[in-house]
């Protein structure tokens, strides 16, 4: 996980397209400064943060399904819940499912468990939009490499 | 027999057995957009318009849509409409008047019925 950049996924661990799931990982760095802030002696992952992680599961399984043609970005937290709190070092396991594909969105439901823990869910909603420019699909195939993303699924 | 029945039911009330389900994929809609953006049901007509006149945002609508979606099994074309309207091929009461947006929910749900 790279915070300061918000990368916040490390590696997909498993994305099954035709069953429309992902699991993935993520480990929260030691060190932050990010954790300077919050909180100076009780270091801890920011909601906001859980929410994003879930946020990119949930892209990367879009990614996935809809065979990079189109970037998901995120317009709608529901139903949002921060269930235990998530400390530096943390490895995170991040499942999405996708509940619904509707035409120019698609809805998910994320959850985030440490050590077999759920420590937060949400459901998410986000418009697919064509990429905008090669610029950012060259990054977005530079970090799918980086993390794993497995290249049969967008292959014909 | 049932299809006897059904027959002279269908002849003897032609007008009200059509009324009854255009009012029902209305009262459906309406129900679902009073429910999900918190709107009054009773301002909620055939002829509102679901922007200019109920105020729903495009995010909104895509909650509308989902629920839609869900309800009916169909899944409403929204960028193809979307991309009508902004090429100027249509105009957004073809699409988000509540009595006209029934109508196309109504030829999915029946384009559905013959595809399956």
Same mark, same amino acid.
Request: hydrophobic letters at 50%; proline letters at 0%; a neutral charge.
């Given at each position: 996980m790279q915070l300061e950049y918000f990368?916040? #996924?490390?590696? #997909?661990v498993d994305l099954k397209v035709d069953e429309k799931t992902i699991v993935v990982e993520a480990r929260v760095p030691q060190e932050s400064t990010i954790f300077e802030g919050h909180f100076p002696g009780y270091p801890l992952m920011p909601g906001v943060l859980l929410i994003e992680s879930m946020a990119q599961a949930s892209g990367w399984l879009q990614l996935g399904v809809f065979k990079f043609e189109r970037m998901p970005i995120l317009a709608a937290v529901k139903e949002a819940k921060v269930r235990g709190s998530v400390f530096p070092g943390d490895l995170m396991s991040i499942e999405a499912s996708l509940a619904h594909e509707g035409s120019g969105y698609a809805m998910t439901e994320a959850k985030i468990r440490v050590g077999g823990k759920l420590r937060a869910n949400s459901a998410l909603t986000f418009t697919l939009i064509p990429f905008p420019n090669a610029d950012m699909r060259g990054h977005m195939a530079k970090i799918a490499e980086r993390v794993g993303f497995p290249q049969q699924v967008v292959s014909p | 027999m049932p299809t006897h029945r059904a027959t002279l039911e269908t002849r003897k009330y032609p007008q009200n057995i059509k009324g009854l389900v255009m009012s029902s994929t209305f009262d459906q809609v309406a129900t679902i957009i009073a429910e999900t953006c918190d709107i009054p049901r009773d301002t909620i007509t055939p002829d509102s318009h679901a922007i200019d006149d109920l105020g729903i945002d495009s995010l909104d609508f895509l909650d509308i849509a989902f629920a839609i979606d869900k309800q009916f099994g169909i899944k409403l074309p929204l960028e193809k409409w979307t991309q009508e309207v902004n090429d100027g091929k249509a105009t957004t009461e073809q699409y988000f008047v509540l009595k006209n947006l029934c109508a196309r929910i109504d030829e999915l749900v029946a384009a559905k019925g013959a595809s399956a």
């Open positions: 990368h916040m #996924i490390d590696r #997909i | -």
